[in-house]
């Protein structure tokens, strides 16, 4: 299975995003080969409008089963339930998605059962 | 002729301008206020709503039984309105949704309906020989756009008309201009009116509008970057309305100096429509 980490630059080094519909890049680690890749977000942190939304699709296109960020706001996360998409939020700043996968595969990251904040929430 | 009075900036003075222009104007003339997120020019003309009518916008709703879950209403939304993903059905943003009719008219299966929401009311009023009809969205609807294009289908193009539009250089910006014939660019002599009037006059090029210009609250300051941007791209100046302090007190009574400005915004109409006609000429 695919996972896809909000990240800030896209490598596995860059800090987890905390922004789920306009972070630039996605990162993403495949828990079979247990190696990373990353799918650029840009089309959905440019848009004009329902940014959670276009991120949701890009996550589906990139094959991703379950993603990993900071926040994850109303629609976005109607969006990805819709495409069965699991959800895991970490509101700790400052970590490196190597960290957030770490403390995922530790079991530390329970799965999100709704919406953490309100759409525009930056 | 179809006047708008748009500025990108806020609080430059668009109402002022246009609703002011419309008691100079002799003779009937309807104006329109597009602001529908805070419509405010019938309060300064003192005049009484006289009929209110519910205005609603076109939402796409799906028929199950027709959809093949193809997703292509979804890549063709400009509006990430539309969720969608492999061997799903979509799933429909309503809130982001521009009626714009994109998904509902090239759905291969034919498979969306579309189905009326109220997103504001449109309210009618007179003041003499002026018909003011002012949009107001409904609280809580986010979407200016698709009723301020409902409002404007209310147009009559034989006669006098002017749009008071909502401020920025968006989809409730251009929904505003487009229709009209002319457009007035109020602006001011500081730097972020002039950056706002620079992106609002961009996107009158790209929409190929004629526009002109109007300075408020000018105290004369020598402002290069704004005649810079004049001069360069050779607008035409329609006037320029000195600062007031007796102006600004008036206006914030919510009480339209009309008799004081009367003649002037005459004047600016009518260099708006010289401009209009002068610019129609030459590119027929």
């Keep these: 299975m695919k996972i896809a980490f909000s990240s800030m630059d896209g490598s596995p080094d860059s800090a987890l995003e905390m922004r789920f519909g306009r972070a630039k890049y996605f990162v993403l680690y495949d828990t079979e080969s247990r190696e990373f890749s990353n799918y650029e977000n840009q089309s959905s942190a440019d848009a004009a409008q329902g940014a959670g939304i276009q991120a949701a699709r890009n996550i589906v296109e990139s094959g991703a089963s379950a993603i990993i960020s900071g926040h994850c706001g109303p629609k976005a996360f109607k969006a990805l339930s819709a495409a069965a998409v699991k959800i895991f939020l970490i509101e700790e700043g400052g970590l490196s998605v190597k960290a957030a996968l770490e ?3 530790s079991g530390q990251v329970a799965e999100a059962s709704n919406p953490d904040v309100e759409g525009h929430w930056i | 002729m179809i006047c708008a009075v748009a500025s990108g900036k806020g609080g430059t003075g668009k109402t002022f301008i246009s609703s002011t222009m419309a008691t100079a104007w002799k003779g009937e003339l309807t104006l329109f206020d597009c602001d529908v997120e805070e419509p405010n020019a019938r309060l300064f003309l003192k005049a009484e709503t006289e009929s209110v009518e519910e205005i609603g916008s076109e939402h796409p ?3 199950d039984s027709h959809c093949n879950g193809c997703g292509r209403c979804a890549s063709l939304c400009r509006f990430n309105a539309i969720m969608h993903s492999k061997g799903k059905k979509p799933l429909f943003f309503t809130e982001l949704c521009h009626s714009c009719g994109t998904c509902m008219t090239l759905c291969p299966e034919k498979a969306i309906g579309r189905f009326v929401e109220t997103s504001g009311t449109l309210e009618t009023a007179h003041r003499g020989t002026m018909k003011i009809l002012t949009g107001r969205l409904k609280t809580g609807n986010p979407l200016a756009a698709p009723l301020i294009k409902k409002i404007l289908k209310k147009l009559d193009r034989t006669e006098e008309n ?3 539009c909502p401020p920025g250089t968006s989809c409730p910006f251009i929904a505003a201009v487009s229709p009209a014939d002319y457009v007035i660019l109020v602006t001011e002599e500081t730097p972020f009116g002039l950056h706002d009037m620079q992106i609002a006059a961009e996107v009158l090029e790209i929409l190929r509008k004629p526009f002109g210009i109007v300075v408020n609250k000018t105290e004369n300051r020598v402002f290069h970057e704004l005649n810079d941007f004049i001069n360069k791209k050779k607008i035409e100046v329609l006037g320029r ?4 302090l007796e102006t600004a007190q008036c206006l ?5 100096p009309e008799e ?4 002037t915004f005459a004047e600016i109409h009518l260099k708006a ?3 209009f006609q002068r610019k129609r000429g ?3």
């Design chain 2, 241 to 244: 309305i000195p600062w007031s």
């Design chain 2, 162 to 164: 002017i749009i008071d």
């Design chain 2, 273 to 275: 429509r010289e401009d």
């Design chain 2, 260 to 263: 004081k400005y009367s003649d």
């Design chain 1, 103 to 105: 403390k995922y595969l």
């Design chain 2, 282 to 284: 030459a590119s027929l």
């Design chain 2, 61 to 63: 709703y799906l028929s």
């Design chain 2, 252 to 256: 914030s009574r919510g009480e339209l």
